[in-house]
Structure formats: C-alpha cells, structure tokens
C-alpha cells in the first residue's frame, strides 16, 4: 500500500501521482487534502505516517507533497519509525532507499515535475535497502527516536 498525502501546494502533483500510480496497477490510500483550499501540512503528514506505521506490510512506503517537501520531511519524521526523505533527483530517490531505507517519500509541489516525481517514485521503488553498514546507522536514528534527548 502506498500511504499519500498533500496540503493545498501539493494537491495537484499529489492528483498526479494517484494516476500514475493507478496505471502502475499500485494501490494508493489518500489521506487528503483534496483541494486547492489552504490547509495545514503536518495534519496530513501526521495522517499518512500514523497510517503507515499501522500498516504492517513492510513493502508498503508514503509519498507525501507539500510546497517544497521540506515541511512534510520534517513533519512526517517526529513520529516513531518514520524515515521521510525530500528527494530531488534520481540520485537522492536511489540512495533513500538503499542507504537510509526511507519509508516516505516527500515532493514539493513547486519545485518538482509530474514527469520528475514519476521518474524518482520509479526509482525509489527499484532498489532495496542494502543493509550491512547502513543498519548500525539506521540503529542509531532509532536510538535517537527512543531516547530522552
Ligand atoms: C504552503 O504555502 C507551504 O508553506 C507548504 O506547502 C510547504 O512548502 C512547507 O514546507
């Protein structure tokens, strides 16, 4: 399952992105907003994330779209076991998943194509986390979210 979610800025990619999806023949589960009307990013990013951290299919990832991304990443990232990546190109889609096992992806509607989001939710879905040294790092994000710091 693909958990997506915009605010008003990333309404349309957001619309976008369920049609690919769509002719993908991938599931989609949108949380909302669903209008140009002005709303609050972290409402829908706290939505998408809640619902995927219940999901226990572990293939299942978020695509959230606000203005930039910035503010969905940092939303989406103060819930436990969320790994939000702003990706901007294929290289930092690659890599989300194979070095920091990003869970959620995150796209600014003003600053990305439909044709680059296709191209980096392409390439996010293509590789595997890697593991190996990335674990210990991925460990330590995790110690961090567990602790009183
Ligand atoms: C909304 O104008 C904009 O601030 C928001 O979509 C996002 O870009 C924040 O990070």
């Known amino acids: 399952m693909i958990f997506l979610g ?22 989609y589960l949108d949380v909302g907003t669903n209008s140009l009307k002005s709303v609050d990013y972290p409402d829908y990013a706290l939505k998408a ?27 989406a990232n103060k819930v436990d076991g969320i790994r939000a990546a702003l990706v901007h190109d294929e290289y930092t889609a690659e890599v989300a998943k194979r070095h920091n096992n990003a869970n959620i992806l995150t796209l600014g509607g003003r600053t990305t194509t439909p044709t680059e989001a296709e191209r980096f939710i392409d390439k996010f879905m293509s590789f595997e986390y890697e593991g190996g040294r990335h674990d210990n790092r991925i460990f330590k994000i995790t110690f961090i979210e567990k602790s009183e710091c």
């Open 49 to 75: 994330a809640k619902k995927l951290m219940e999901d226990s299919d572990k293939s299942s990832f978020g695509i959230l779209v606000c203005g930039t991304g910035i503010g969905m990443e940092i939303a």
């Open 6 to 27: 915009s605010d008003h800025a990333g309404f349309e990619l957001k619309e976008f992105i369920k049609n690919f999806l769509e002719k993908k023949g991938l599931k």
